[in-house]
RNA sequence: GGAGCAGGUCAAAUGAUCGCCGGCACCGCCUCGAACGGUGCGGGAGGAAAGUCCGGGCUCCCAAGGGCAGGAUGCUGGGUAACACCCAGUCUCGGCGACGAGCAGGAAAGUGCCACAGAGAGCAGACCGCCCUGCCAUUGGCAGGGUAAGGGUGAAAGGGUGAGGUAAGAGCUCACCAGUCCCGGUGGUGACAUCGGGAGCUAGGCAAACCCCAUCCGGAGCAAGACCGAAUAGGAGAGCGUUUGAGGGCGGCCCGUCCGAGCUCUCGGGUUGGUUGCUUGAUUCUGCCGGCAACGGCAGAACUAGAGGAAUGAUCAUUGCCCCUUCCAUUCCCGGGGAACGGGAAAGGGGUCACAGAACCCGGCUUAAGACCUGCUCCAAAC
RNA sequence: UGGGGGAUCGUCCAGCGGCAGGACUGCAGACUCUGGAUCUGCCUACCUAGGUUCGAAUCCUAGUCCCCCAG
């Protein structure tokens, strides 16, 4: 439904995801989980901190234990995706954002993934501000 | 048509837009290079990538020596770098059949086990029965002995049938059959098959029990290993030792051999980065030749992922395929004389398929799970 | 990714080819005015599927799940 309403204007813009707008190495990770803020879906598990910089970054963690390699890719990247597609709509300051998925997340389309999680990152912003 | 057996192929396609990973070329930045940013070109998961069950390559352990221990394999011949794999056969078993399965050496080398039941379960064995003798006695009982034909037990009771024989019986004797061993012939490289002769009359099962025999195996694993850099410290305490040798290579042990001045434990502290190994290889495809086949040889062509919190995706459109809807109403085709009805197509909606994601690389095995094609078998029907 | 270990009543363990046992828990009964403690009895299990064997928790093969170690 997103993309089928989206303007041509904004379908020809390119969306970049460099490797520099991911988390990657375990200590920042870990100070997002214990520094953070958490919010929670029906599907995942967000947590945000604000990391100083102009852009935000994106970590995932998908568990071993409930799905295959297979379904945890799939699930990683519909994640990557609505991350990229709405990095921009995510209100500033810059955040590192880490999102854990849960049991039920590989039976969601990637458009009802980019859904929940918007909805999940700016309802954050009003209430904390 | 139904049920089944064997083999093979595919793993939706095309285009557009936005992204990801690495390669090459160019440009920018910069003293140069690296890094970073940008543009262009051409790549980017599987048949199982999986489980990690085997076998190799590769790397390090100086070299990988001898013996013991340990492990693996186990019909025959071949293939291979190697294998527990594959191919072709033999034997046994299963199936009406196509066909499939098999850890398929040795039980007369030795040891062990065979619960319960049963008289007896491993140089067999008398509970009932049968027979003989003696004693008491008149249908019978007791004692001693003989007997494996019958009953009963058991998963299994030491060949089968018939005749002779006997007190009753017994391979005790004989004939036939089955099986064992020995010798010889024929076919086959061989497992083995088949034929003839002889011996002797029984020799149970379990080796996925210990074991014996034959063959093979050094250990660890890319988190192997190599290089660069950063940080802390060149700490404190205890023990052993310096050529009469601690400790190590050595991995379970011994022999042998080599290195050899430090080694081990505790406390305290630091780093927990980058490059490389990393993809051209027992590689793939095509053709010819050898071979029943697995496979091998020769020639030509091709380059086909290299990530690292971990790249292949998302959206839209078209086609193909599949599923659902059609109560009322609409169109076409087929079956039907027609109607009812049934089937198919159009139309509309949805899905993009099942199993599943490379992590040093190959060869297998096993497990997971779709679709289609070819050949064959059995049954049913029709001709 | 590689290397190793395990699975037995509700829980923790034993069992090495022939009846599956112990402790705690649970239930019932006895004792007691009642409860606790004690005593007696009962309930309940071999991870799954094939194979070897007369017979498998045990032996062999394949799978499932869980745990540990290595940067």
């Not at 990657?24 to 879906?41: D, H, I, L, M, S």
């Not at 409930?66 to 995706?81: G, P, S, V, Y």
Request: glycine share 8%; aromatic share 6%.
């Amino acid at each position: 439904m997103m993309g089928g309403t989206a303007s041509p204007h904004e379908r020809q813009r390119s969306f970049p995801f460099p490797k520099t707008h991911r988390l990657r190495k375990p200590g920042e990770f870990a100070r997002v989980k214990a520094e953070g803020r958490r919010r929670r879906t029906t599907h995942f598990t967000v947590n945000y901190r604000i990391n100083g910089l102009a852009h935000h970054r994106l970590g995932l963690v998908v568990q071993k234990k409930f799905w295959n390699a297979a379904q945890r890719n799939r699930i990683k990247r519909c994640l990557r995706e609505s991350f990229r597609l709405n990095r921009h709509l995510i209100p500033l300051p810059g955040k590192d954002i880490v999102v854990v998925a849960r049991p039920g997340a590989e039976k969601l389309s990637c458009q009802d993934t980019g859904k929940e999680l918007l909805a999940a990152l700016t309802k954050q912003d009003g209430p904390s501000a």
